[in-house]
């Protein structure tokens, strides 16, 4: 049976691991390079883990991913993102397989941090991240689909529309969903939650 070794795992990094960068607000943040992160895990499981991303998709300006890190017999999931990087004249994206490569490296970060890699890093006073695998560590994905489906279903009619989308996948509850159509469903249910409160916000404001 496969182990879990947590005092490898959750082992603090040393002074000169640990990079510093700008989040959002002006915030600065404590952070280690995913190659620091790649040694641990090898470290804690002797190379027997596998990283993959089942989806990804472009959303407004940045590249999404999802992605599922394996070790231990234990899965963990988690959304990584990044900014996509544009010239200045054109405005055209540069890169995109370079951004969809940083959002992986975000979200192998964050997955980690749910077998307690760079937990150190990761203290209460955080109040966010900045989409780098840096500061707070993210809810994961289905925790963010309960909480969009917590908030449609506070709707007018919420509970039908909501039940509605899960029939569309062939299912009847969040954990019935296969790994590569939750991005799809969390994507849906969040711009209908969006929608919504900017429908009401307008309202106000007539």
Known sequence: MSTI???????????????????RRGKIL???KAHAVIARLNEAFDGAWSFRIPSYWKEDD???VLAMLRAGGVTKQQFGSSAITRDRE???????GDDLKAAASDALKKCATEFGVA????????????????GKVTPSPQDRLRKARDEILKLPG?????????AQYGV??????PDGKLPQMLARCERLYRSSRNGKADGKRR
């Open 158 to 166: 919420g509970t039908g529309i909501f039940q509605g989308l899960l």
């Open 62 to 64: 940045e590249v999404v």
């Open 30 to 32: 404590d952070h280690v």
């Open 119 to 134: 937990l150190e890093l990761y203290g209460a006073s955080e109040p966010e991240g900045d989409g780098n695998g840096n």
């Open 90 to 96: 054109g405005g055209r994206p540069i890169s995109i």
């Open 172 to 177: 009847e509850a969040i954990d019935q969903l």
């Open 5 to 23: 070794n947590l005092s490898v795992l959750t082992k603090p990094f040393p002074k000169d691991q640990i990079r510093q960068r700008k989040g």
